[in-house]
């Protein structure tokens, strides 16, 4: 049999392949009958994994990762899709795809008409899908969340599951049984503290003094160290500067995400605001940041001041 798992979601794939997986018998016995091939494989070495029998399992495993995102050729596909019918009964085919593939795919439609075939689209999950994703991994870790609670890690975190599932198993580590509220999030949470700067600089890039001022004072008064928020500050703006050099290039999220290394995301947030700022723009700002160090570390100034000063003087018309 075979089966292609494709799109965004990859968390929900792993989990999914992981089910399959524990429905094959002996796991020592499986390991030793699975073979992991990634991209572009030619068909003969496909071939020669996928007809092999198993040994002492019943069942041999061949999961092949982003074979179809290397763009195969029409006469591969064909001939793909002509074996793919004959496999062994005793073979299980997973085709791994992180990018949605199109219904007019001849692998995707196979999958759907042919018997021994399952296709599956995994999209993120998105608004009340999401939120009762979250609801249902707490429950399964015996704990109970507030709706606020669930309502910021949606809107700071976004639905990237695998870092949702980490903050969960950490809140409910802390909190047993009983509820998780907004401020457990808070202060849990290191995505919460990043998306306060991404609403503090939003304010700043649409000059709306009068909400970065709020803000600021806001994060002041829940005892956030001011050198703190200057070190946020800083980084918020150097990211923003190298993202600018590469949205200018013309890359978009999922490669700035990849090439600066960061979740997806953080990586929207800062192509969303680039667009507020030009580069000499960006490049002017984090030479008045080094300004501040100076003066601050030379006692020409303290922290509080200089960051209500900062503020000021970036949202100035």
Known sequence: MFYIFHGEDTHSQ??????????????AMLDLNTTRLDGFVPLNQLQQASSAMPFLAKAR????????????DKSYLKELAAYLPQLPETTRLVFLEAEALPGSHP???????????YEKLFKPLEGSQLERWIRQQVEERNGRIAPHAVHLLTTNIG???????????????????????GEDV???????????????????????SKKASLLLQQKLQEGADPFYLFSM???????LIQVKEMVDAGSRPPAISQR????????GKLHQQSAQFSLPQLEQIYRHLLDVDVAVK?????????LNLLVAALTAP
């Open 14 to 27: 792993k989990e999914t392949l992981a089910d399959l997986i524990g429905k094959l018998g002996d796991p």
């Open 61 to 72: 495993l061949v999961i092949v990762s982003g074979l179809f995102a290397a763009k195969p």
């Open 107 to 117: 692998i995707v439609k196979l999958a759907q008409t042919e018997k021994s075939g």
């Open 159 to 181: 639905n990237n599951l695998q870092i949702l599932e980490n903050e969960i198993e950490k809140l409910t580590l802390y909190k047993g049984t009983a509820e998780i509220t």
């Open 186 to 208: 808070a202060l849990l949470s290191p995505y919460l503290a990043e998306a306060s700067i991404f609403d503090l600089v939003d304010a700043l890039g649409n000059r709306n």
């Open 233 to 239: 500050f800083v980084r918020q703006f150097r990211l």
């Open 260 to 267: 600066l290394k960061m979740h997806s995301f953080v990586a």
């Open 298 to 306: 030379t006692g020409r100034n303290d922290m509080v001041t200089a």
